[in-house]
C-alpha cells in the first residue's frame, strides 16, 4: 500500500475525477433546475465522440470542441424540449438519448473509420497540458496538482464557478426557485421553462467537456462506449451532494480516489478483478446511504428543536 | 325549423382511429422513426435497395434466421414483462439487469454444482434464479423506504455490483481453466432441451408463454393486478382506500425481479453451453422500450418485443450484404421512445377531436332538456 504516499497516485486520483467531476456539475444544474437527466451518459458519449470527428477533420482544436459542446447543448435541448414542451417523462427521454447516443456513435464510427470498437486511425487532436508555473516547482504538490490537462482545470473553475451562479446570482435563485416549486416560481414572474433551458445550455457544455476529457485528454481517440457509466455515476453523487457543486466535486474526487485505488490494488495485488472492480460501486452506496441517513436525522432534530421553541 | 338547427341533432360519428388514438399515435411514431432509418440508409447506403431489403426481408430468407428473432426476443420479452409489473406499480427500479445477471449466475451454479436429475435441476434452477432476482430488485425500493435514496441511482449502483459479484462468482467457482473466460460447459441434463428441432428454441419458449399469460392474468383480471396499477396511478387515493401501498410496491418489484431473474436463468440454460458474459447484461432499457411500445399492456408485449428482435436481426442480417452498420437500429429506438413517451406528440388531433365529441354530447343533453 506504499503508493498511497506517491505524487503520482494522487495525480491520478485528480486525473480520474475530471470526467465524473464535470458530469456531476451538470447533474447539478439540472437537479437544481428541477429536472433529472438520466441522459448524461449518452450526451457525454456524443460529446466525446464529435470532437474527436471535428478534430480530426478540420485539424482545429477550436472547431473540435465547438462541435463537441455543440452535440452536448443539442442532446440536452431535446431533453428539454421534449419533457417541458411536448410532456414527456424526463427518465423516458433520458434512457432514450442513452440508446441512441451508445448506437449511433458506433453507427458513425463504424462508417467513417471502419472500425467498431476505435477512431485511432484518424489523427484527432487533444486538449494540451499545463504546467502551472509556480505550483509545479513545490515538491509534493507540484507534481500532483500541476501537469494536468487543460479541461482538468476548466473543470475546477466551473465547479467554483457554478456555485457562484447557484448561490450569488439572480440567474442562480431563479434555478434553485423554479427547482423548488416551479409553479410558486412562475407566479411571482420567473419564466420557468426559460430558466431551465439555462440551466440546460450548461449541463450540455460541462457534458461536452466531460466526454471530450475521455477522448480528447485522458485518451488520444475515440473508443466505443468509452464513458462507461460515469454519467450514471454522477446522478449517484448528485444525490449525494444534495446538487451543490463543491460537494459534488468533493463526492466526484471520492469516486476518483476509489476508482484510482481499485486500479493500482489490480496492479499490486493478486485478488480477484471482478471482485476489486465492484469496490467504487459498493464504497459509493455505503456512502449515499450514511449520507442520506445523517441528513435525515438532521431534519429530524431541526424539527424537535423548532417544537421546543415554540 | 331551419338547417342549422337540424345539424345540431346529429351526433358526431365517432371515428375507430380517434377511440384507439393511444395506439394509433405509437404506430405513427413507429411509421416517422422506420421512415427516418430508411432515409438514412438510402443516403449512406452504397446499395439502398439491396440494404433495406435485407433489412425488412432478411430474417424471413430461413427458418434458421426466422427462429433466431423469436430467440432473441425471448430475454427482450422477460425484461419487458417485469418491466411492466415494475413501472404500473409506479416505481421506475431498473435494477432488472442485476436481477437478470445474477439469474443466469445462480442458474449456472445450480447446473454445474448440484447434481444433475432431468427435470428437477432446471426447477431448483430456475426457482433460485426467480427469487434471488426478486430479492435483487427489491433492494433499491427497501432502500428508498428506509433512506429515501433515489431508487434509480441506487438500482444503477446494484446493478454493477451484481455483475461484479456474479463475474466474481463465476470466476472463482465455475471457472474452466482454458481459452476465453468462461465457465465449465453445463451437462446437456441440466440444460433446457430444444423444443423444435433444427432451431435453438429450447422449452423455455413453453415457460416463458405461461409466464407471459400468468403476468396477463394478474395484471388485468385479479384484485392484485389492479391494487399494484391504483398504487402506481394514484398512490393518495391508493392510500386513502385503504391499501398497504408499501407492501404491493414491494410485491410488485418481487414479482418483476423474480421474471427478471427467471428470464436469465432460462437464457443461460436454453442457449448457451457454458457461462460466456464477461460484460454486464444490458436489457433493462429494452424491456422499458418493449414496455412503451405496448402501450403499457403486458398483452401486446411479445408482439412488441419480437418486433425489436426483428429489427436487430434483420440490421444483422443487412449488415453482412452491405456496408451499413447494424447499429443504424438505434436512430429508431431513440425516436420512437422519445415520442410514444411525449404525451402532447399528436395531441392535438386527440384534444380537437375529444372537444367536438363533448360539445355535441352537451348540446344533444340540452335538446333533451328544452325539448
Not at chain 1, 497540458?129 to 516547482?137: E, G, K, T, Y
Not at chain 2, 429506438?333 to 422519445?338: D, L
Request: net charge positive; glycine share 10%; proline share 3%.
Amino acid at each position: 500500500m506504499n503508493f498511497i504516499l506517491s505524487a503520482d497516485f494522487w495525480f491520478s486520483v485528480l486525473a480520474g475525477t475530471t470526467p465524473v467531476m464535470l458530469a456531476t456539475l451538470a447533474a447539478n444544474i439540472v437537479s437544481q433546475s428541477g429536472m433529472f437527466n438520466l441522459g448524461i451518459e449518452g450526451t457525454m458519449l456524443m460529446s466525446a465522440l464529435m470532437g474527436v470527428l471535428v478534430s480530426a477533420f478540420t485539424q482545429s482544436l477550436f472547431l473540435g470542441m465547438l462541435a463537441g459542446l455543440l452535440s452536448g447543448i443539442i442532446l440536452s435541448f431535446a431533453l428539454g424540449y421534449f419533457t417541458l414542451y411536448l410532456e414527456a417523462p424526463m427518465n423516458s427521454v433520458g434512457v432514450a438519448i442513452n440508446l441512441f447516443s451508445a448506437g449511433v456513435t458506433v453507427f458513425v464510427l463504424t462508417l467513417i473509420t471502419g472500425s467498431k470498437v476505435t477512431s485511432s486511425s484518424l489523427t484527432s487532436l487533444t486538449f494540451p497540458a499545463v504546467h502551472i508555473p509556480l505550483i509545479r516547482d513545490i515538491p509534493f504538490l507540484g507534481r500532483v496538482l500541476s501537469g494536468h490537462n487543460l479541461i482538468t482545470y476548466l473543470g475546477w473553475i466551473f465547479a467554483v464557478g457554478l456555485s457562484f451562479l447557484l448561490y450569488r446570482t439572480r440567474l442562480g435563485l431563479d434555478i434553485r426557485a423554479t427547482g423548488r416549486n416551479a409553479e410558486a416560481a412562475a407566479s411571482v414572474g420567473i419564466q420557468t421553462n426559460r430558466v431551465r433551458f439555462k440551466a440546460l445550455l450548461l449541463c450540455g457544455i460541462f457534458c461536452g467537456f466531460g466526454g471530450m476529457y475521455l477522448s480528447m485528454g485522458a485518451l488520444k481517440s475515440f473508443t466505443a462506449n468509452m464513458v462507461a457509466g460515469r454519467g450514471f455515476l454522477s446522478l449517484a453523487m448528485d444525490t449525494l451532494s444534495s446538487s451543490h457543486p463543491l460537494l459534488g466535486w468533493g463526492g466526484s474526487l471520492l469516486y476518483g480516489f476509489s476508482e484510482t485505488i481499485t486500479i493500482y490494488l489490480q496492479l499490486y495485488s493478486d485478488a480477484d478483478l471482478k471482485v476489486i472492480s465492484a469496490f467504487p460501486y459498493i464504497f459509493i452506496i455505503l456512502v449515499l446511504v450514511i449520507a442520506q441517513l445523517a441528513r435525515n436525522l438532521l431534519v429530524r432534530r431541526k424539527k424537535n428543536i423548532q417544537l421546543k421553541g415554540r | 325549423m331551419n338547417k342549422k338547427e337540424m345539424s345540431v341533432n346529429i351526433p358526431p360519428r365517432r371515428s375507430i382511429i380517434m377511440e384507439n388514438f393511444s395506439i394509433v399515435r405509437i404506430a405513427i411514431a413507429l411509421a416517422l422513426a422506420l421512415s427516418i432509418v430508411f432515409i438514412i440508409i438510402y443516403f449512406v447506403a452504397d446499395d439502398p435497395w439491396l440494404a433495406i431489403n435485407r433489412l425488412v426481408a432478411g430474417p424471413f430468407q430461413s427458418w434458421r434466421s426466422f427462429f433466431s428473432v423469436i430467440e432473441r426476443a425471448m430475454p427482450i420479452i422477460f425484461t419487458g414483462l417485469a418491466m411492466n409489473i415494475v413501472l404500473q406499480s409506479g416505481v421506475f427500479n431498473i435494477g432488472q439487469d442485476g436481477a437478470f445477471y445474477m439469474g443466469a449466475v445462480l442458474a449456472s451454479v445450480v447446473a454445474l454444482k448440484l447434481p444433475t436429475i432431468v427435470g428437477v435441476t432446471q426447477f431448483v434452477a430456475i426457482f433460485v434464479s426467480a427469487m434471488a432476482g426478486g430479492i435483487i430488485s427489491m433492494l433499491p425500493v427497501l432502500l428508498y423506504r428506509y433512506t429515501k435514496v433515489n431508487p434509480i441511482v441506487s438500482a444503477i449502483m446494484f446493478n454493477s455490483i451484481f455483475y461484479y459479484g456474479g463475474a466474481y462468482i463465476v470466476s472463482t467457482f465455475l471457472l474452466e481453466r482454458s481459452g476465453t473466460w468462461g465457465s465449465h460447459a453445463f451437462p446437456k441434463e441440466a440444460k433446457l432441451g430444444l423444443m423444435i428441432p433444427k432451431s435453438k428454441m429450447h422449452w423455455g419458449a413453453l415457460i416463458l408463454l405461461i409466464v407471459y399469460l400468468g403476468v396477463v392474468y394478474l395484471m388485468r383480471k385479479t384484485a392484485l393486478g389492479m391494487k399494484i396499477r391504483t398504487v402506481g396511478l394514484n398512490p393518495t387515493f391508493a392510500t386513502n382506500v385503504g391499501l398497504n401501498s408499501g407492501l404491493i410496491i414491494l410485491g410488485a418489484q418481487f414479482l418483476g425481479g423474480s421474471i427478471a431473474g427467471m428470464g436469465g436463468a432460462i437464457e443461460m440454460l436454453g442457449m448457451y453451453q457454458r457461462f460466456l458474459w464477461q460484460g454486464p447484461v444490458n436489457y433493462v432499457w429494452d424491456g422499458l422500450m418493449v414496455h412503451m411500445l405496448a402501450n403499457g399492456n403486458p398483452a401486446f408485449i411479445p408482439v412488441t418485443a419480437i418486433f425489436i428482435a426483428f429489427l436487430r436481426i434483420g440490421s444483422e442480417i443487412m449488415s453482412r450484404s452491405t456496408n451499413i452498420p447494424p447499429e443504424v437500429v438505434a436512430f429508431l429506438q431513440g425516436i420512437v421512445i422519445v415520442l410514444v413517451a411525449s404525451s402532447k406528440f399528436l395531441y392535438g388531433f386527440k384534444a380537437k377531436y375529444d372537444r367536438k365529441i363533448s360539445l355535441a354530447q352537451v348540446r344533444s343533453d340540452s335538446e333533451g332538456e328544452f325539448a
